[in-house]
């Protein structure tokens, strides 16, 4: 039986430590990233660029490290060093976290970290997207000139490595399984906490840090696609929506089921085989070279022969089909009308074309592929039907 059936204290005690783990990210890969973000730079007409403290700052220099108030950012010239810049008191935290050889400046908390930046460059300086308004302002308090860096970073970062597909296919096979189990231990009266907690617990207990973030529905709550406030107690004859996800040395997985607990009836069981298709849809969609968007639109192909749409309107699709994934779990680019960007090879992608009727069930299958030479490899097999999650 694949849902229901067994017990948090039964799955919880047969889960072991992911045996066969994917290699950390290597010195040399490292070092090819940062040539390629120079060269980049270079040909963008800049003498340097900006990263703080974020996923792009753990992919250049393996630095761990989430944004504070507090400058944290690796200065990339593209003539010489790297150059960190981080507060004094924090340096042995960085020594510990630092992947990369790198000059070190530091500031102290009466000093401006941004004039430490001008002082080391000598020109027109890029700033990754992510850094915050407030430092981007601090920076052109100096006299630099500042220019926008994501060019640089998304052609970095958006096309994964095979030791990145490697770590991304091992998040989302722990995922898969803990999917699995998620499923069989649900019963009538469980609360959505109770199930949150367990896959928790069961994404630790496989070898992850826990889970990045888990979102549990029953009913009427999976109309919602991000839920509803409050708690919930399954009941006979619902939907179950579960959508989770773990980081291996921080790539992620981000997987989504939607099946039937009982009899959920004709019109759930007919937008669960129109999502399925959908889904089946964008992903034979892929071939290298052709925009992002047209995976968006073969989606809602299907979505519109069924009368569903057309556009964002309801019951049908309300969001985009699928996001790039890696060091961030929503990353470029996007598969959504106008974002034109050429897939590629190494690009990896969540497929979930939801639909959605409103106020009273939505059905969401997510899965995620990375693009090859031919066109697109599954990290995750689809789920097969309403009534089994799992193959």
């Known amino acids: 039986m694949t849902i229901g059936g067994s017990s948090i204290a039964d799955e919880l005690a047969t889960i072991a430590p992911w045996a066969d783990r994917a290699p950390r990210i290597t010195s040399a890969e490292r070092a090819a990233r940062l040539d390629k973000a ?43 060093q790297p150059i960190l810049i981080c507060p004094r008191f924090e340096q042995g935290s960085l020594d510990a976290a630092v992947e990369i050889d790198a000059d070190l400046r530091l500031w102290e908390e009466d000093e401006s970290p941004y004039a430490l930046v001008a002082d080391a460059v000598g020109g027109k300086l890029l700033l990754e997207p992510q850094l915050p308004y407030g ?40 995922t898969l399984d803990v999917q699995r189990r998620a499923a069989r231990i649900i019963q009538p009266g469980i609360a959505a906490s109770t199930v949150i907690r367990f896959i928790d617990e069961a994404h630790r207990a496989i070898g992850s840090s826990g889970s990045y973030f888990c979102a549990v529905q029953f009913g009427r709550a999976t109309a919602f696609p991000h839920g509803i406030p409050g ?50 849809a964008a992903f034979a969609a892929v071939q290298p070279g052709i925009p992002c968007e047209a995976i968006d639109t073969a989606a809602r192909v299907v979505l519109e022969k069924a009368g569903l749409g057309p556009d964002y309107r309801l019951p049908g ?29 190494g690009m990896c992608f969540s497929n979930e074309p939801m639909i959605v009727v409103p106020d009273r069930f939505g059905i969401r299958l997510e ?25």
């Open 231 to 280: 708690d919930q107690l399954l009941e006979e004859d619902q939907l179950v929506l579960i959508d989770t996800g773990c980081q291996v040395e921080g790539y992620h997985s981000d997987i989504t089921r939607t099946y039937a607990f009982g009899n959920v009836g004709d019109e759930a069981r007919a937008i669960w085989d129109i999502e399925h298709e959908a889904q089946a």
């Open 317 to 345: 699709l309300p969001h985009r089909t699928g996001h790039g994934i890696g060091l961030s779990i929503h990353e470029p680019a996007y598969l959504v009308r106008g974002d034109r960007t050429p897939l590629a090879p």
């Open 135 to 174: 430092m981007a302002t601090g920076l052109a308090s100096t006299g630099l000139e500042l220019g926008d860096g994501a060019s640089v970073i998304d052609a970095c970062r958006m096309i994964k490595s095979p030791a990145e597909i490697a770590l991304l296919a091992q998040a989302k096979a722990m």
């Open 38 to 80: 120079r060269a980049l730079t270079e040909a963008a007409g800049a003498d340097a660029l900006l990263i703080g403290a974020g996923a792009s700052l753990r992919y250049f220099a393996g630095i761990p490290w989430g944004p504070t108030e507090r400058l944290v950012a690796l200065l990339l010239p593209v003539k010489g």
């Open 367 to 391: 899965d995620h592929f990375h693009v090859t030479e031919t066109g697109a490899a599954w990290f995750t097999e689809p789920q097969p039907s309403i009534d089994r999650p799992f193959g």
